[in-house]
């Protein structure tokens, strides 16, 4: 038995090829749109990818599962429990075969077995994996975004992101009930799981790429509970705010992802033509660096620096499906690169791009406001401070009296903030803030600054309040 350990750092996202190098067949879990890597690797290894699968409809990124089959014929396997509302909308496609808690099934010399593990959603199962041809036991399971390394998946998406009103809490119930099917199981399983450090479909997942169910029972909280009150009551509490554009993520693997065959190419436009579509209203996203957003930018357009790796998350929090999107890139070469991070959740239709020569003449620079001129700022009153962090983040330190607004609510909240104030943002780096900066004003706050001081600088300069 072989297997491939595939890993997209944007989306903390992991999937898997197995492979049987006696008789060539693949299989893989979990797929990301972009499929060349699976396609390559089986290539180099001398196997045929026959069949492909993933472990629920998942949330944070648009799957492969179609895509692949697609592309090579392979035959997909779909989860077919819960009910009709999370059943996948192409399950009676000649190519697909449905799956329920006990069913096996063979890749070459490779038993698949599968285990219903409810709770992150209704239809989530998991993969337990024999290599018949070397044991007659499994040697570990494919668990998804039901077990990570030190953490269990979240129950309350599809009431946070889509909208799904009182699930978490039964989501929760049945989440707590696959976790003691599992303490059932040997301590020896390997675990392979669905995402790692960064992923928002849990709250504290480890960093390191597998594990086993033994250590998980020594070590991972969820495994120490023996309450299922107290269980609940743990796993909703802290659970970090899901991006908005999860809902959307929900739909289009459950409909299944239209093919990037059949995604059109963006149009390169020229400065006038980017600033018509500005000026009518299109949302523009700046994917220049930080800094050169400050010195000059067009207002209105988001910023969202392309130089982190999680740019595409911060697109996702506020672009609108419904309508195109226009980009400005750093440089002209790196598009196809963000595209790809783009499709991944599902920004198709991106009509237009433009260099960074597209902010020239009449651009205008980015207010910022320093640590040290906050705190004199603050002592003489009349500065409106705002943290754009996550409750967590912000529960364990902030500045004192900030007014809190986690930046995904931003838009939405609008109207909790004065016009008539100065506003000096901040985060933990710059990063989050000038976003934020830039969204206000593109929304009609003239009196913005983003503060770039890094955590650890105004923690000390400025009063603070820690724990809560």
Wanted: charged fraction near 25%.
């Amino acid at each position: 038995m072989l297997i491939k350990y595939f890993y997209d750092e944007a989306l903390a996202q992991a999937s898997y090829l197995v492979g049987c190098p006696k008789t060539g067949e693949a299989l893989v879990i979990d797929p990301a749109r972009d499929v060349a890597p699976y396609l390559a690797a089986a290539e180099r290894a001398g196997l045929r990818i026959t069949q492909v699968t993933e472990t629920h409809i998942h949330a944070d990124f648009v799957s492969g599962l179609r895509e692949l089959a697609a592309r090579t014929g392979a035959t997909m396997y779909v989860s077919d429990i819960g009910d009709a509302a999370w059943k996948y909308a192409f399950a009676g496609e000649p190519n697909v075969i449905p799956l329920r808690d006990g069913d096996r099934w063979m890749v070459g010399n490779v038993q698949v077995e599968v285990i219903h593990t409810p709770g992150h959603t209704p239809e989530h199962i998991a993969f337990m994996i024999t290599d018949t041809a070397a044991a007659d036991q499994p040697i570990g399971i494919f668990t998804g975004d039901f077990l990570f390394v030190g953490d269990v998946g979240r129950p309350d998406l599809l009431e946070a992101a889509a909208g799904m009103v009182g699930t978490k809490e039964p989501g929760a119930r049945r989440q707590f009930h696959s976790v003691q099917r599992f303490k059932a199981l040997p301590d020896y399983l390997q675990i392979w799981p669905g995402h790692g450090a960064g992923s928002a479909c849990g709250k504290a997942l480890g960093a390191i790429p597998s594990t086993t169910l033994g250590y998980e029972k020594r070590f991972n909280p969820a495994f120490r509970f023996t309450d299922e009150d107290e269980f609940v009551r743990w796993l909703l509490d802290g659970q970090p705010e899901p991006p908005r554009y999860f809902a959307q993520m929900k739909r289009v693997n459950k409909v299944g992802p239209a093919l990037l065959s059949q995604v059109a190419q963006p149009e390169r436009l020229t400065p006038a033509r980017l600033r018509e579509a500005l000026a009518a209203g299109g949302q523009v996203f700046d994917l220049r660096d930080q800094a050169d957003f400050e010195r000059a930018h067009l207002r209105g357009a988001i910023s969202a620096p392309a130089s982190s790796a999680s740019f595409s998350t911060y697109v996702g929090w506020f672009v609108d499906y419904s309508r195109p999107t226009y980009l400005i890139l750093p440089d002209v070469e790196r598009l196809d690169a963000v595209l790809k991070a783009l499709r991944a959740i599902g920004v198709d239709d991106v009509a237009g791009y433009a260099g960074p020569e597209a902010v020239g003449d009449g651009a205008e620079g980015l207010a910022l406001i320093t640590a040290r001129q906050l705190g004199a700022r603050l002592r003489s009153n009349g500065i409106v401070v705002l943290d754009v962090r996550g409750k967590a983040e912000y529960d364990a330190l902030h500045i004192r009296g900030a007014t809190h607004i986690p930046l995904g609510y931003l838009r939405d909240r609008l109207a909790e903030l004065p016009r008539d104030h100065d506003i000096a943002v901040y985060c933990a780096s710059g990063y989050r803030s000038t976003i934020a900066a830039s969204l206000l004003r593109g929304a009609g706050f003239d009196r913005v600054a983003s503060m770039p001081d890094h955590i650890e600088t105004w923690a000390q300069l400025l009063p603070v309040e820690r724990g809560r």
